[in-house]
């Protein structure tokens, strides 16, 4: 973004709305790394919290920024903070641009926001060095457990994206081959893929699954070329990690179906779109949002949640059996009990190097720092 566009922004900002608009609720905070709370002990009613928000894209673009934003916007409402004049959202600010995001942070900070939610991965450096300058500022930041002065907050997605290969493999009868469109070669995009290989082999022991790399979080002519390549390759049935829609249009107008990503996708492409996996962030910022007004707030505690936080959207009754349904649900129950444990051994990966042995299980810090692929992961990056 440019910095004319921030400006704008801001300026909506201090006349008091940025962002109109604001599920489900619950809460957990895990790990805490020490008692340490800059911004612990002072309360505030919390329909009364001033809430900013960082983005990396456009809160519509139909993927991940949609899916945090919807997020947000819910989590307001359960809350009663109006979205009008207390959350201040700010669009496009680049990653890589290291003065905008500090000066992002700046004029939140002036318009007196209490909490700052950076929204994507790569603010995390740049918001835990900002956070010693405001150590009265909350800052949440979508991350891995990196930093010890600011929250982070992840969602176990490899448990969705498990039963989203899962369902594929079982839809894709009379064939062990699926496909699937991933953006960049980073770990979480890995555990993305790995996860859903896996749930593929754990309907079909056979089965395997074709990556093709666009190399760009979100690049819809690329999207759109490899779920093409994939279908004329054979492929029926994919999984993605992409932000547009390009993947499931492209599949409903070849005749190949598949799972959306981020947000419930079936209204761009229906039918294409069996499944979609969500990321719900409503439980998490809740428990950020409430916390912070009561006081009670440690700016050292993780969250990595799972359960309904990565949650699969409501079938498509038109494109999935009822008995494939009934056998997706009840594998859920099996993971959510710990009978079935996504990542437990034996787990190879593709060039027979045993990962995790028999009868035990990956951590959750191997989980999130992924650099490998399953053994039945055809075209992972070397």
Known sequence: MKKKLLSLLLVVAM??????????SGSGSTDDKDDSSSAAGETKAVEDLIIGEIQYSVVEDGGWGQAMHEGMLQACENLGIDTSTNLLTME????????????????????GADIIFGCSAGYSTILAEMQEEYPDVVFAQQSNDVYENIIEFQI?????????GYMCALM????????????????SVRT???????????????????????DSWYDLDIESQNAKTLIDNGIKYMGMEASSPAVPQTCEENGAYCVGYNIDMKDSAPGAVMTSFMWNWVPIFE??????????????????EGGDCAKLADFNEDLVPEDI??????????????????????????????????????????????????????????
């Open 172 to 187: 894709n009868e009379g064939s062990n081959e699926l496909g699937f469109c991933a953006s960049m070669d980073e770990a």
């Open 192 to 214: 993305a893929l790995n996860s859903f290989a896996l749930g593929a082999k754990y309907a079909n022991p056979d089965a395997t699954v074709q990556v093709l790399w666009a």
């Open 15 to 24: 006349t008091g709305a940025l962002v109109a608009g604001c599920g489900s």
């Open 287 to 304: 428990d950020i949002m409430t916390k912070t007004a009561d006081g009670t707030i440690d700016i050292s505690a993780d969250y990595y």
């Open 156 to 164: 176990r997605g490899y448990e969705g994206e498990f039963l989203a």
């Open 325 to 382: 349904q009934a056998k997706v649900n009840e594998l859920k129950e099996k993971i959510s009990s710990g009978e079935v444990v996504v990542y437990s051994g034996e787990l190879k990966d593709d060039q027979g190097n045993v990962l995790v042995e028999e009868g035990e299980t990956m951590s959750d810090e191997d989980i999130l720092a992924q650099d490998f692929f399953v053994d039945n992961v055809i075209g992972g990056k070397k």
């Open 92 to 111: 496009e600010i680049s990653e890589e641009d290291t003065a905008l995001v500090e000066s992002t942070v700046e004029e939140l900070v002036d318009n």
